[in-house]
């Protein structure tokens, strides 16, 4: 990746060649916008790591399930890692072939099992014994062959935020490391069930590579014993958790280099007979893909000062990017016409949200902001739109895919009057009848209450 698709270019900050002040007028803020081409680079990035190896990059689609991000990575022959049957619809709908679908998660409910056993999926990673007996039970009776790798949790510490750790044995996911042969072997035994590899992801946001390769070496030290031990164990799924560069100023927290990490997976291959030939390998990346190919444009309502603090209140809230919220985390932030000079000022960047912890910046040291200017919060690809929810009754930030000199809306914004029309009145309430012209509800939603309610006395 030779420049950075987020740039200013006279005076501007640019997302590839689009202005994003122009991004701002057209769709308003605040709003999501991506980058096709760090879109691509990242994934070409990544699958080159790995040249060489029988691999398949499954792009965790939690981190952005956006159907033109899946598509984007999709058309460059990434599969998915998704943790639910919405994601994995989503995928399928992307055009993502079932064949490079992975189903991960804790908690597959017979439902989701039945539907991604239809869809033919490539893997099932078994996080318990009571799920491998769940799944073998929904297999056998739809005459069908469930495709399963044990995800073993190895007891290591990722060295990450709490939140978002997952690879210690105090953790809920996977397989005790203690506990994996036995489930293994009850594996050969349970009909309708296929064991073809082990999986592991310890953590998100890791940036110590040390964790991999402990982690790593012991899925490898595993897979040899089990294959050994009569077992056929041909596939192996490191998961995903490298970290990405949020704190530009001070590189604090560096994630390790994308050849170190693939070093660590190359070492646990070499860990197996024949240095690992024969051993397919999936990676399961979902942050370092596209956090940052994504910012969220904001504008400041009002600067407002304080005898403590100076505030940026900003049109975007914890409900759109509740990242800093939710794990103290921190994103870079730009303004978007280029600051004339090096000075800064100390702000909170704050949204409009009734709660103390509605922030997305604290302390921050920004060049000096205005009423009206437009603030790019950047590395906010991943777990950004996904997790923002209409909280205070804020509809859903639309979002905007560029590529090159040209942009296209990939989500519009949410209406009030849709979020609205999901809910319905019980018979025992009846409609509010709209008297002027400026009364809430609007004449379409009350219409559809009424039939609603015609419906259910009807
Ligand atoms: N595989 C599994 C089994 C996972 O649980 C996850 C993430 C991934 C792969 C992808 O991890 P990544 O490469 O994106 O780090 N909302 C949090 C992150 C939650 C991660 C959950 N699992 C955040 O905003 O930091």
Redesign the pocket.
Known sequence: MTRTAFHYRNGVLHAEDVPLDRLAEKAGTPCWVYSSATLEARYRAFAGAFAGLDALVCY?L??NSNQAVIATLGRLGAGV?VVSAGEMQRALAAGIPASKIVF?GIGKTEDEMVQALDAGILQFNVESEPELRLLSRVATKRRKTAPVSLRVNPDVDARTHAK?A?GKKENKFGIDIAQAPAVAKLATTLPGIALQGLAV?IG??VTDVDPYHAAFARIGDLARELNSGGHRLTRLDF????GVVYDRASNSGAPPALDSYAGAVRGALARLPNGGRGTEIVL?????LVAEAGILLTRVVYMKSGTAKRFAIVDAAMNDLI?PTL?E?HHPMRPVTEPASPGTEIVDVVGPVCETGDFLALDRPLPPLRDGDLLAIEVAG??GAV?SSSYNARPLAPELLVRGDTWAVVRPRQTVESLIGLDRLPPWIKPARPKGRNRAPTKKVSRQRNNKHRRRKG
């Open positions: 965790s939690k981190a890692d991960a978002i997952t992801h998100s946001q998961g995903g958790g490298l399961a990346p979902g942050r370092w990242r794990y985390a991943a777990y997790m």
